[in-house]
């Protein structure tokens, strides 16, 4: 599985952006996928997850600003819609598809990363 995430730009302070991360190899449903993102000098932070039930979860500081979605028609695909964008939103942003099996006693996990896209929110 390959994971390409694009849509990020420069943008004005309160304006909106749409990220979109696809995968090459066939996710469907099987996976958890989310958008974390890492400013300069600072660890990388989840900012939105989606589950395969669909359960959302959004980091405090986003809340009712971004939304997490998948396709419905390419279950390959998730995006991220940003809005009432904030100069503390600049980060790169990097989507991950994120899968753990368990057999028995075995666990495995799957855990892909895109490679991220910049986003810059002026003041």
């Known amino acids: 599985v390959q994971l390409q995430a694009f849509g990020g730009g420069l943008v004005q302070a309160g304006g909106s952006l749409r990220l979109t991360c696809t995968a090459s190899g066939s996710i469907h449903n099987l996976y958890t996928l989310g958008w974390y993102r890492q400013a300069p000098g600072k660890q990388r932070d989840l900012v939105a997850a989606i589950t395969r039930g669909d359960t959302v979860h959004y980091a405090d500081s986003v809340k009712g600003r971004f939304t997490i979605s998948r396709d419905n028609a390419n279950k390959n695909t998730v995006y991220l819609q940003m809005n009432s964008l904030k100069p503390e939103d600049t980060a790169v942003y990097y989507c991950?598809?994120?899968?753990?099996?368990?057999?028995?006693?075995?666990?495995?996990?799957?855990?892909?990363w895109g490679q991220g896209t910049q986003v810059t929110v002026s003041s």
């Open positions: 991950r598809a994120l899968r753990t099996v368990v057999n028995g006693a075995t666990i495995r996990n799957y855990d892909y």
